[in-house]
């Protein structure tokens, strides 16, 4: 039927008067190249009782003038350039705390329900390196997050020109790129070491947790896993901390009580969500070291892991307006 209806379309324009416009050549030839030249349809191939697969169709877009197509496309890329970073942000964030709480939950899910404790070893390692990767992300997108939270409130008249989408995505490459060379060198530093243990006194594969049962020389691990914590953690509460000082400055020099009150709203969603998560990061290794229960420590775990990440939609919801 469509191939009918393409026939008789084709027909018409060639049967009806063309009037001569714009050197000689009407919309409807233009039309008609174009279908031929993208489909490969021709008259002589579309012969009554022939059928022709369609393969391609013509969006004709909104205007078949020549000249308004620069506008056209100038406009809607304006409109495609002026979303805010945030939400560019916020959907890294968003897909990070999925793939995070996705790593470990299902597998906890499914070992409840059949009553079975068994993990592979390599489905414990890659449980592993992907734990890592996620977890890191979380803390450098949320690091990203407060820069652009700092240029929107100290430097509002340059913030579409400091975060362009071009930063946005090298920010957001970057920090990619960076996670899993991290989380490589630790699963690879873990396939070194020999065990004879079994039994993990967690719900996942947790980096130390895994470190801890081998029975060979650990001095490597430890070290990486204390230096790298040092570097990537430190440098990205620091930078955190930086911002937030640089945010509270201008916010107390402005005069306004309303302005004030405004330029805090639209940064006190990430502050509420940064918080949660260093506080309970922090308060896992501080409990870990100071108990020696496993129980505990596996308990405190998911407070980081799983309910914080289960509060970031429900803290950003409440003042989603006052994002952009």
């Given at each position: ?11 018409t ?7 001569i ?14 279908l ?10 579309m ?79 890659t ?9 890191v ?35 957001v ?19 070194r070491?020999?065990c ?20 060979s ?26 911002s ?25 969603s990430?502050?509420s ?22 129980h505990?420590?596996?308990?405190a775990s998911v ?22």
């Amino acid at each position: 039927m469509l191939n009918s209806f393409i026939v008789s379309c084709l027909r018409t324009e060639l049967q009806s008067p063309s009037p001569i416009i714009q050197g000689g050549i009407h919309p409807s030839t233009r039309r008609l190249s174009s279908l031929r030249a993208h489909t490969g349809i021709h008259l002589r191939h579309m012969e009554p009782g022939i059928k022709t697969q369609i393969s391609e169709f013509l969006l004709l877009g909104l205007s078949e003038e020549p000249e308004l197509q620069p506008v056209i496309f100038g406009i809607f890329f304006s409109m495609y350039l002026i979303t805010t970073p945030m939400y560019f942000f916020l959907s890294n964030l968003s897909f990070s705390d999925i793939c995070f709480t996705s790593t470990t939950v299902p597998k906890m899910l499914v070992n409840i329900q059949t009553q079975s404790e068994v993990i592979t070893y390599a489905g414990c390692i890659t449980q592993m390196f992907f734990y890592i990767v996620f977890a890191v992300l979380d803390y450098f997108l949320l690091t990203v997050m407060a820069y652009d939270r700092y240029v929107a409130i100290c430097h509002p008249l340059h913030y579409t020109v400091i975060m362009t989408p071009w930063l946005c995505g090298k920010l957001v490459l970057v920090s990619w790129i960076m996670r899993v060379l991290y989380s490589l060198l630790h699963t690879l530093l873990v396939l070194r070491l020999s065990c004879t243990h079994v039994e993990i006194p967690h719900f996942f594969c947790e980096l130390n947790q895994v470190v801890h049962l081998a029975c060979s020389d650990t001095f490597l691990n430890d070290m990486v896993i204390y230096f790298a914590s040092v570097l990537l953690g430190g440098g990205s509460l620091t930078e955190t901390i930086y911002s937030y000082s640089k945010i509270v400055s201008s916010i107390h020099a402005i005069s306004s009580a309303q302005e004030k009150f405004k330029a805090f709203s639209t940064c006190a969603s990430h502050l509420s969500v940064v918080s949660l998560f260093y506080c309970t990061s922090i308060g896992v290794y501080l409990s870990a070291s100071a108990t020696h229960s496993s129980h505990s420590s596996a308990a405190a775990s998911v407070m980081y892991s799983v309910v914080t990440l289960m509060l970031n939609p429900f803290i950003y919801s409440l003042r989603n307006k006052d994002i952009t």
